[in-house]
Nanobody, 117 residues
């Protein structure tokens, strides 16, 4: 349903761009977002963007990460441009889409981001 791409290993200060593509079977998408989870910690919101383009960011990524969304080949796609990466950004990053119908959502598989010091 959701396919995420773009994780990898990068040095501190570097950049990565994550993308997540929703299959055409998912429609009436309201919010698209990125979450992350590091070992021993709960999954936390990184950034989200609504269908009208309103975005919100966790304080720990403000000014460094940018979320965007587009239709690519009729598939809703969400991107997360991550700049000035820090070792503490190391985590599994998950995309999630929330549908217009309240309480309905999908998770993508995690994509691993590792930032070395």
């Amino acid at each position: 349903k959701l396919q995420a791409y773009g994780g990898g290993l990068v040095q501190a200060g570097g950049s990565l761009n994550l993308s997540c593509v929703a299959s055409r079977s998912i429609f009436s998408i309201n919010v698209m977002g990125w979450y992350r989870q590091s070992p021993g910690n709960q999954r936390e919101l990184v950034a989200a963007i609504s269908s009208t383009g309103n975005s919100n960011y966790a304080d720990f990524v403000k000014g460094r990460f940018t979320i965007s969304r587009f239709k690519v080949n009729a598939k809703s796609t969400v991107y997360l441009q991550m700049n000035s990466l820090k070792p503490e950004d190391t985590a599994l990053y998950y995309c999630r889409v929330d549908l217009d119908r309240a309480g309905y959502y999908y998770w993508g598989q995690g994509t691993e981001v590792t930032v070395s010091s």
